[in-house]
């Protein structure tokens, strides 16, 4: 009965506000679903692109560099216990449709290299193509989309080179969402020229054979010493994970920002809630006086918040699907810039523990939110004993406490922001943003109540009769003002910080592109997405020695080697050409160009900001790299600021690297012109040299810094959708507020009316209420969120990326973000304000 | 016979702005089963403070106040919320039905709070106030008359010891609050239970078996009529 009178009459008389904090609640599911969809999505694609590639039982011997084939000698006294199988793992674009696929190379003459393929397809291979290395074996659903026969010409582009091969064969993948969909089969030595792999493979795979398991494999190998330095042993699992771990700070940074979302919705939940206690105090006040318990009251507020949190976590999920489809494509460009490779295109895939954990989180923090306004209503005196509203001004300890309550919390804040990150996440600073927006609402009341008492002062007497009448309002209403104002500055506070971390991230970037991206032309392999697929071919770099001069040339290579138990990129340019004309900067603050001149004389190596924070690392340091011709010792000459990764990488000269590397292309490549040349005409000679033969990006400088620019807007497309949310919730939250409000103060307006005032004059005091909740939650918003956006720059930042940004906060995006806020607010008001329009005041103030 | 409800020298007083105000001064007084008894005084005399003691509500600063046996001023919050809810029935001067529950539900409210179901009670009382045409309509749709009486039907329907009532006739026309109260005290007579009538209006006092009279927080009179 208590839920009836409380909870289920209400919601069927009011279905309008209940639906509205209802989809406040799921839009912060959806955006915590989607995310985690998306991201696992693209994260799973990454993965089994290696696991299901590789096949069942296997260990995998790797090196920086590729594993020497000459080792397969060495390890063929392993032939008892396991089956060796060389691998390529390359990757390539097919041009027609655009999409990045990946090339394996396996010895398709023996059957272990047959072993993990998926069963052939469409009768028997033309075997002779494959073995004269120009077919290849297709996946059905890739023949299918090409229109592809066996026999049939594919154009592929291989380290930027377009190369025809033949569809020798088809192979048909068991699973629909299988990673083979995505995988084109050649013979290792064929794979080996098309890539320059000449005497490497990626991988030497040991199969283990029947009765033989992994464990014992494994110790064969280690008791034998058959390994030595740099070569490692791993199963594709384990090479996988490695991936993952250099994603584990983007996906929490990209989830705790999608939990920002579910943070307003649980403002929106609180605020409804405590607006529908403070409405229902009388009839609440009755209960009691008619024996209902505290326990009662409490379990019927708790019910309804669990009944929000239901409708609501379900239609989240349901949104969060959709809205995960939606953002899968930029959170795989977020990931494969991340890792530095393309990852294959997959499904979203809702299964049923996140599906559950989406409708359990609405439940959750709608039950969490329901805290405060539970404990008002278990407050609630019987009816008799029930005083009229609180003073419409707090009294000076009630301002003391909230004031001092605030105080701490900021304090605490701030004590959580100096912590360091736990397991490298930066959950203590979040924890202090938390506190800073806890902080924020305790001082609503406060806030609304300063604003009482300054429309109380002589000098603002005379600004308008509407005006002090509206504040009177929302001080006569003041807790459920404050929570409205609460709600506002919380949306607004998270708007700012994230607007403050975008743009202080993109004024770094930006001039860190402007300082060290000096080159006229940007060479790279063709890409997706954004992300290039594939090296350059030798040819591109001695054609554009040819037109350019080896002096105005500086091809960069990369390799991946271990430091630390982790894995870093070994980056290699033309230092001499750099020398001459700068590059990135340093954070000494010394020029590029003394930097690598220094590098060159003493043959070190500089290495970039994250690396330096994540080893400890510094100028004068010696670094110590694995490589295929032994160790490579050099010493730290520079730390340099890098905002293209968030993983260690280090930079020596391109000869040196070439004395301890195979040459196997180069990465991208850039040309220094002479004084006055014309950049444009430059690239048309050089897209003109390489037309038709190779599939290669030239930039402009210009060009250059708007496609970094280009990146870093994809990477943050997500972030501004969750600003929107944010300020949407707010509007709703005020709205609901401003509806209650104006219901309690039927008789007030009234009043007004019985007094001469018009329909207008009526109308414009709700909506200067409005406004005036908006201007109150704007100014305690943007101070919370300036604070929070600090700690976003200045530690989460740094504790995740290891990235030391410029703090600059985007003034005019705060202040029109708040103006928006006012606005919708003022929006918001509208209803309530409508509903104004229509007060009788004989029959409301006859009912009385 | 055991008294159902005593007050014995109780004083409550009030903070108001910087000091206190005294609502009520060595109050005692006894009710007995089966009685009516009106508490007649001035407006602030401490009518309804009274009426809080009995009910729970409150808590006397001196003396004691024993209702059903329960010692209001000792007794946990629990046992408090029990008393009103199984003991005792009140009925307000502003009727207070819950908005959102039809008639029928309204009158049941007590029963459903103490976890039990008696349709044939609640009919039986609805028939006997002459709602039942009415039962499934909500407050708001009764007239005053209509309300206060589904009022005195919820606050019997639970067999209480006590019923208090508080200006109960306040929000009523004339004709409208002696119907309400004969009603009251017909009703409440079958069942035994006592019934403590707070009212500044003396014809009301007058079908009393007893007239408490206060003024300033003290009982300065008491008699019959």
Redo the contacts between chains.
Sequence with gaps: MILRALVLRPAQRRPLRLLLTIVGVAAGVAAVVATIAANRAAVWAMREGVVEVAGGEVLEITAPGGVPTARLAALRRLASHARLAPVIEEAALLPELRETVKVLGVDLLTEVGLANLPPLAGGQPQWESVLRGDGVLVPSALAERLSLQVGDRLLLAARSRTVQLIAAGVVAPQRLASAWNHVIVMDIAAAQELFGRHGYVDALQLRPRPGVTLEQLRDRVVSENLLPPPLALATPGQRAEGGQRMLRALEFNLAALSGISLLVGAVLVATTLATSVVQRRRVIALLRSLGAGRGQIARAVLVEAALIGLAGGVAGVLGGGLAARAALASVRATVASAVQSAVPTTAIDIDPPLAVTGVLLGVVVSLAAAALPLLEARATPPLQGLRGEPPVLLPARARRRSALLGLALLAIGAALARLPAVGGLPIPALAGSLAILAALLATAGLAVDTFARLEALPGLRRAGVLLRLAGAALAAGRRRAAWAAGAVGVAIALAVAIATMVSSFRATVLHWAEQGLRSDLWVRPAAVAGVQVGRLHPDVVECAIQLFGNEAVDPFHVATVPLHGETITLGAGALEVVARHGGVPFRSGEDARAVFAEVLRRRGAVINEPAARRFGLAEGDVLRLPTPKGVLERPIVGVFYDYSRSQGMVVIDRADFLAHFPDIGAQELAVFLPPHADPAEARQRLLAALSGRFLVEVFLNRELRAEVIAVFDRTFAITTALQLVAVGVAVVAVATVLLALLAERARDLALLRALGASRTQVARVVLVQAALLGVIGAAGGIAAGLAIGLILVKVVNVQSFAWTLRLLPPWGSVLSTAAWVALGCLVAGAVPAAGALRVAPAEVLREE | MEPVAVLDGVGKRYRAGQGSVTALHQVSLRLLAGEMVALVGPSGCGK?TT??LL?G??RPDEGEVTVCGVDVRRAG??VL??????H?G?V?QAF?L????TVE?NV???L???GRRDDSRVHDLLQRVGLTHRRRHFPGELSGGEQQRAAVA?ALVHRPRLVLA?EPTGNLDSASGTAVLQLLDELRRRDGAALLLATHDQRLAAVADRVLAMHDGRLVASHRP
């Design positions: 309804s009426l809080n009910s509500v409150d919050e629990e919320t029990l008393l009103r809810r199984r005792i009140i307000f207070h819950v908005p959102q529950l539900e049941a409210l007590p459903a709070l103490d919820r508080d």
